[in-house]
């Protein structure tokens, strides 16, 4: 069994995600992982026995802190009128243009904050989905990935009153991934809210239309 320090494992994992982005995939080393969080040698190995452990790690934590931020980024739309409403009335599904309103502001705020301030793990996702043509079991942690996001978004935006219908949800999801690499590929320091709200209204309007809200 690999040790159950949650603490280490994270740090140990936070420094995999920088390898990644600085070096690819063949950067990721036990020996330089051990180096780069001023552990003893030896300390990776014995956490991930194995490279493809080690970057299956990578995945995992980048889903943890990806879900760990979503109710913080529905609290960032607290201000609008429909976040405030649905304080005061849990339950409540909102119409049309308030839906279209509320998603593309909560889409905007993560896609800015994932493009920018959380730019590296998202760059190293996207090494591992290349990774992953030729490793199993990096497929499998991207895959585990997908049924948590799925079911996390869905589960987010039917607490905030968003009707976007579950089976929507994947989709959604692609958009967001495809606008995401856009800007994650893109120079550093270009991403504006002005500049990334029309991308994320046109991700809200896509997931609100098939549902039949914005023309029902």
Do not use: C, W
């Amino acid at each position: 069994m690999p040790p159950v320090n949650a603490a280490r494992r994270a740090v140990l994992a936070d420094a995999a995600i920088a390898l990644l982005v600085e070096a690819g995939v063949h950067g990721v080393t036990h020996r330089a992982v051990d180096k780069a969080t001023g552990l003893p040698a030896g300390t990776a190995s014995n956490y991930f026995p194995s490279r493809e452990a080690l970057l299956v790690a990578v995945v995992d934590r980048v889903v943890d802190l990806h879900l760990a931020q979503m109710s913080p980024s529905a609290s960032s739309a607290a201000g609008s009128d429909e976040a405030d409403h649905l304080v005061r009335q849990p339950g409540k599904v909102l119409d049309g243009p308030a839906a279209q309103r509320l998603m593309t502001e909560l889409l905007a705020a993560s896609l800015l904050q994932a493009a920018t301030d959380h730019r590296q793990r998202y760059l190293a996702i996207f090494e591992l989905q290349l990774e992953a043509l030729r490793r199993p079991a990096v497929r499998e942690a991207l895959g585990r990935l997908q049924v948590r996001s799925t079911a996390a978004t869905s589960a987010h935006y039917e607490a905030l009153g968003l009707p976007v219908p579950p089976d929507r949800i994947p989709t959604v999801l692609q958009m967001y991934g495809g606008v995401l690499f856009t800007l994650v590929s893109g120079p550093v320091g270009a991403m504006t809210v002005e500049s990334v709200t029309p991308l994320a209204a046109g991700i809200a309007r896509a997931a609100l239309t098939d549902g039949g809200v914005l023309h029902g």
